[in-house]
């Protein structure tokens, strides 16, 4: 599976640090501003869209759902991740005034062959791996949607399945939504990409803050002599310098995840397939040889090491382009998240607003 090369490349603009939220709007506006436009006055007018992110696992869909509500309109403009919201729910009903309260909504709104005491018992002793009903998933967002009061809405992680393909297609009547227009949101990502992401990802045992000790430049960095290896301290200031880790089993990359892989590519493939919604389709990498035609330097995933300076007794950090095979095996550059959500922001614009 292939997506074509979207250009972002733009003659006569100077770099944007793609870090900083103050730079990344100059960015948007640059190179998307038209459309930006475009979209705000479909959204003002009161006009909605329903977009499902389909993408293979940690291949990014909330982050590009969250820099196009960053750069389009955060107010009317929501995200929905599934996996989030049955773990907030898990969590809320171990207390009984909020179960009380989703028994009663699901008595008025949940549809599907288990019982609703059932149905939340189930959740209240499931392992979050596990799969929930189609059905008891819809009457979560239903009860989501009504509590966020916006307008148009990314849905990550529906369909997960392939017999939710059917579901999506109805979704808005199924949640009393609008029926404004729905798209497929395609996200190619390498396996390559997801692997190092994996492998590299550390987090902090406290806040739960995630990063990358390969692909992401953290503030502090530290050296432990003993194991020569190096480490991040969590930047969040009620953590007090606790040194992040990596999850158990990251190291093993992709291998505990290779079946889910497979499957979420079965579910991407299944819904290009589909005639009557629009779609859009966002690709994470680029032939290295054929970068400088369509992207900017700076729209290029880093890739960092790090070196240990004896002299100066300090961590000296080396930079260069993150340089992946992709799927096919061609040697390819990453792309940094913000010219992919602008590649998303000129495809929804284009059909909303043609």
């Not at 680029?286 to 240990?308: G, L, Q, R, V």
Request: net charge positive.
């Amino acid at each position: 599976m292939q997506f074509p090369i979207f250009k972002t490349k733009t003659k006569g603009l100077r770099s944007f640090n793609l870090s900083d939220p103050k730079e990344r709007k100059f960015y948007f506006q640059a190179k998307t501003g038209k459309e930006i436009r475009k979209l705000r006055n479909y959204l003002k007018k009161g006009n909605t869209f329903i977009a499902y992110l389909l993408g293979k696992k940690n291949s990014g869909k909330g982050t590009y759902a969250r820099l196009f509500m960053e750069a389009v309109d955060d107010t009317r403009v929501a995200s929905i991740s599934i996996g989030d919201l049955v773990r907030k729910t898990h969590q809320e009903i171990k207390n009984k005034e909020k179960r009380k309260e989703l028994i009663n909504w699901l008595s008025q709104n949940y549809r599907g062959y288990i019982p609703v005491k059932d149905s939340v018992k189930a959740l209240l002793e499931r392992s979050t791996g596990s799969l929930l009903p189609t059905e008891f998933i819809l009457a979560l967002v239903k009860k989501e949607i009504r509590a966020m009061k916006r307008n148009a809405l990314f849905i990550d992680g529906f369909p997960r399945e392939l017999d939710q393909i059917s579901y999506s297609l109805f979704f808005r009547d199924l949640v009393d939504y609008r029926a404004d227009p729905d798209i497929f949101v395609l996200i190619d990502v390498p396996e390559s990409v997801i692997n190092e992401r994996i492998k590299w990802r550390v987090i902090c045992p406290l806040c739960q803050t995630s990063k990358n000790l390969k692909l992401y430049l953290s503030k502090n960095i530290e050296y432990d002599k003993r194991s020569k290896k190096f480490y991040f301290i969590c930047d969040n200031p009620k953590c007090q310098t606790v040194k992040m880790g990596p999850k158990e089993g990251d190291k093993l990359g992709i291998k505990p995840i290779k079946k889910r892989l497979k499957l979420d590519e079965k579910l991407i493939n299944q819904a290009l397939s589909l005639h009557g919604i629009p779609k859009v389709l966002l690709r994470n990498t680029i032939p290295a040889k054929e970068a400088k035609k369509f992207i900017d330097d700076y729209e290029i995933t880093p890739e960092y090491s790090h070196k240990w300076d004896s002299k100066s007794k300090k961590v000296k950090t080396i930079e260069k382009p993150w340089v992946v095979r992709d799927d096919e095996g061609v040697l390819s550059y990453s792309l940094l998240p913000a010219p992919v959500a602008a590649s998303l922001i000129k495809q929804i614009a284009d059909i909303l607003c043609p």
